[in-house]
């Protein structure tokens, strides 16, 4: 049997702010130089590990809401540190980002 990825309510922080200081599934949106439309957005892993990690809108639709963003797709975090448990799915943490939540699957 399968465990499910935890869920985790994200939190928007601001770039003046360290993501390190906030909980599991806080996000920040990034740009690329020049641009005021946000090119993706860092977060805590939704699992509480304290790992962040990245998606590019380019490649994950988001819905332009900044407040409760959405993802069409799947996010799958991969191990980046020693010690990260990985699940039986062969991803340390896998689900979606709807509504500013982030909700694993299995």
């Known amino acids: 049997m399968h465990e499910k990825s935890p869920d985790a309510l994200g939190t928007r922080v601001s770039k003046e702010e360290k993501l390190e200081d906030f909980g599991p599934g806080a996000y920040r949106y990034w740009a690329k130089a020049g641009e005021k439309t946000p090119g993706g957005l860092h977060f805590n892993c939704p699992c509480g590990c304290r790992v962040v990690y990245g998606v590019n809108f380019e490649r994950n639709k988001w819905n332009s809401n900044l407040e409760r963003p959405t993802l069409v797709g799947t996010i799958a975090c991969q191990l980046v540190k020693p010690g990260q448990s990985l ?6 943490w896998r689900g979606k980002l709807v509504q500013g939540t982030f909700i694993g699957t299995i």
Not at 87 to 92: K, Y
């Open 87 to 92: 699940g039986l799915d062969g991803w340390h």
